[in-house]
């Protein structure tokens, strides 16, 4: 934590990158390293590959989509992102800087990058971002409602496996320092639009169970989505949905983007998602894990439903 945070201090233009489909960790993480920068007085830039979810919009505007520019940073840090092909288009803003730096908690990372923090045991990157500002010195109140975000969708509330001591210690001091607790579960839980609504009734409605009902599996097509006038940001919490089906550990959702197939896994006990989704080039935590695989959904549903059974073999 030291060496980054040296580097950072170090630095002249920081670009902070936080990974592809950006979930609350990613942003609320980046832009709480924002404020951390801002201390020092560092310029910096926050790229996003896509908009910011419409439920994310609260963490502010401090948030730039990347169209190709050509710009020079002197330091680099990739965010929440497990392997450096998380960063999408924006890789080479990584690869040209001069400092490489990394900040993540997924056990899938194998380590890229100059300097990276990684740590699989902190429920969320903000966890690391919080103790940066430690290291620092520096007050979390700028950043309090900010880090906090981080917490509450990595850990969906604070109901996830990830969740530890260490965790709501930290929720305690943000509280303490100012973050407002009720105005992030609001609008991260309790904002759905009316096309994500029916979109997750079909999806629930339509849902195969297999695997004596331990494995809840459904697809998701464009045209589903255009039917619904729902978006991809709409399906984001759908394999989670599925996992809460009594008697499921896994829940499996398949959606067709851009001619490929994403494949996104939520598990609740013994099924280690991030080893199953590694396996399909992808990664993830062990609760929570996806991929981006070539083909169609039907013939992804087959074999994932013929990869669990082997994987359910092996835990009898």
Not at 22 to 36: E, N, Q, R, T, Y
Not at 213 to 222: D, H, I, K, P, Q
Not at 238 to 261: H, M, N, P, Q
Request: aromatic letters at 6%.
């Amino acid at each position: 934590m030291k060496a980054l945070l040296e580097a950072l201090k170090g630095a002249k233009n920081v670009v902070i990158l936080p990974h592809k489909s950006a979930d609350g960790d990613a942003l609320a993480s980046s832009a709480a390293l924002g404020k951390l920068l801002e201390t020092y007085a560092i310029p910096y830039t926050i790229y996003t590959e896509e908009p910011p979810r419409e439920d994310l919009l609260f963490l502010g505007d401090g948030f730039t989509v990347y169209e190709g520019e050509e710009s020079a940073f002197d330091t680099a840090v990739a965010v929440d992102c497990g392997d450096i092909f998380r960063l999408g288009n924006r890789a080479p803003l990584f690869e040209n800087a001069r400092a490489k730096l990394v900040i993540d908690h997924h056990a899938t990372n194998d380590g890229f990058g100059d300097i990276a923090v990684i740590d699989p045991s902190s429920a969320a990157t903000a966890e690391l971002v919080a103790a940066l500002f430690e290291e620092a010195g520096i007050s979390y109140e700028k950043a309090a409602t900010i880090l906090y975000t981080g917490l509450v969708t990595d850990t969906g509330g604070f109901r996830y496996s990830n969740t530890t001591a260490k965790t709501h210690r930290l929720a305690a001091k943000l509280l303490e320092a100012g973050a407002e607790s009720a105005k992030v579960c609001h609008a991260v839980f309790e904002q759905n639009s009316i096309e994500k609504i029916r979109l997750e009734a079909a999806v629930m409605g339509a849902m195969t169970l297999t695997h004596d009902g331990r494995t809840a599996l459904a697809a998701v097509s464009e045209d589903m989505l255009r039917s619904f006038g729902a978006t991809d940001e709409d399906t984001s919490n759908l394999s989670g949905l599925l996992r809460t089906v009594r008697g499921v550990e896994t829940g499996v959702l398949l959606r067709e983007k851009d001619g490929e197939i994403k494949i996104s896994m939520r598990t609740n006990q013994y099924i280690d998602a991030a080893a199953f989704c590694k396996t399909l080039g992808g990664g993830g935590h062990a609760r929570a894990a996806g991929a981006t695989v070539s083909g169609t959904l039907s013939e992804w549903q087959e074999k994932i439903i013929e990869k669990l059974g082997e994987t359910y073999g092996r835990h009898r």
